[in-house]
């Protein structure tokens, strides 16, 4: 089977010819992990892209559509505002939504759509969600009181965020059908959502109700990106049309195997506990061991649960590859 076709079937709860898809979904710091891995004996100077089929992963290509201009006030400190209430949203707006901001998105998908259509990698594409985006104008703080103090302007937010994203996804589907997306959230920490079902549904519900139909219709798989426990969140994804989630953070006390249980019928990606692969061998086989009934059932991709740590030595990460090829095929071989 062709890259590609790999991911396609797995995400359709179908069974693969040969073996599970071994992607890194994160990807990995550049400045960091990649940095330290060239000190090691990576090659250096490789493209991004060139990263992953030289450790022997699958290829796969992500797009995360720009919000913002690239001449957009930042704020002051990590997390700060760029923003504040009506009239800050007002002055913001120039930087914000601009089709041209995208341009090079649709212009790269065009360049790559004959090795798509190919088979040889998937494509998928990233938007900021709608918990995620007005964090980043409001800050996290104040983002937090917002669902109190400021409904009125939330809604707009959204609504502006809808319009704005349902008009780059057609310029998408244009060109070619991503085979699967997700929504950038991170509504989550260590002990659960950061935020109450009922504003879940006051705020978060109408956005996805306007932006997720669309993208399933044009048959791209839709999928929640938040960290940290989502174990509780989940059934309020589906009730918005959410298909999956990743990344699974083992961390956080997420059990793929339960959520399984729980959720036949939902996709996962990530799950691998990635503090394992600092330690040792033995703790990383017995990390797959752990995920091995999931992976058995379809529906799941597994990989790291977030961006590979600089502290994994490169050989380690090598046999990780390894253990993520040896166990994907076992996987097909004892698939349920």
């Not at 259509?117 to 409001?138: A, E, K, N, Q, Y």
Request: charged share 30%.
């Amino acid at each position: 089977m062709t890259n590609r076709d790999r991911v396609r079937a797995v995400l359709n709860f179908e069974k693969p010819d040969d073996r599970l898809p071994m992607i890194e979904w994160a990807s990995w710091w550049v400045d960091r992990t990649i940095v330290e891995w060239e000190k090691q004996g990576l090659p250096k100077g490789l493209g991004f892209r060139d990263i992953a089929p030289t450790l022997g992963l699958d290829q796969h290509i992500q797009f995360w559509l720009p919000h913002k201009t690239p001449d957009c006030p930042q704020p002051a400190f990590n997390g700060g505002p760029i923003m504040e209430g009506e009239e800050g949203y007002e002055e913001i707006l120039p930087y914000l939504y601009s089709d041209s901001a995208v341009d090079w998105c649709i212009e790269d998908m065009k360049r790559l759509k004959p090795a798509h259509d190919r088979g040889d990698f998937p494509i998928w594409f990233s938007l900021d969600g709608g918990f995620w985006f007005p964090r980043t104008l409001m800050g996290i703080e104040p983002h937090l009181y917002s669902f109190y103090d400021e409904p009125e302007l939330y809604h707009r937010i959204l609504d502006d965020l809808a319009e704005f994203q349902l008009r780059q996804m057609e310029r998408i589907y244009e060109v070619l059908t991503p085979d699967f997306m997700t929504f950038g959230e991170d509504m989550s920490y260590n002990n659960g959502p950061m935020i109450s079902e009922s504003s879940f549904d006051e705020f978060l519900l109408p956005y996805y109700q306007k932006v997720v139909p669309f993208i399933k219709e044009h048959g791209t798989k839709v999928i929640v990106d938040s960290d940290g426990d989502v174990t509780t969140m989940i059934p309020w994804l589906k009730r918005a049309g959410i298909e999956g989630i990743l990344p699974l953070e083992h961390q956080a006390g997420v059990d793929v195997n339960k959520l399984r249980e729980a959720h036949p019928d939902f996709l996962f990606i990530g799950a691998f506990d990635k503090m394992t692969m600092r330690i040792g061998e033995n703790e990383m086989r017995g990390e797959f061991e752990r995920l091995l009934p999931a992976m058995r059932t379809g529906g799941f991709i597994p990989s790291v649960d977030h961006q590979t740590p600089p502290d994994c030595p490169l050989e380690r990460y090598k046999v990780y590859v390894e253990m993520l090829r040896e166990y994907g095929e076992r996987a097909v071989r004892e698939w349920i």
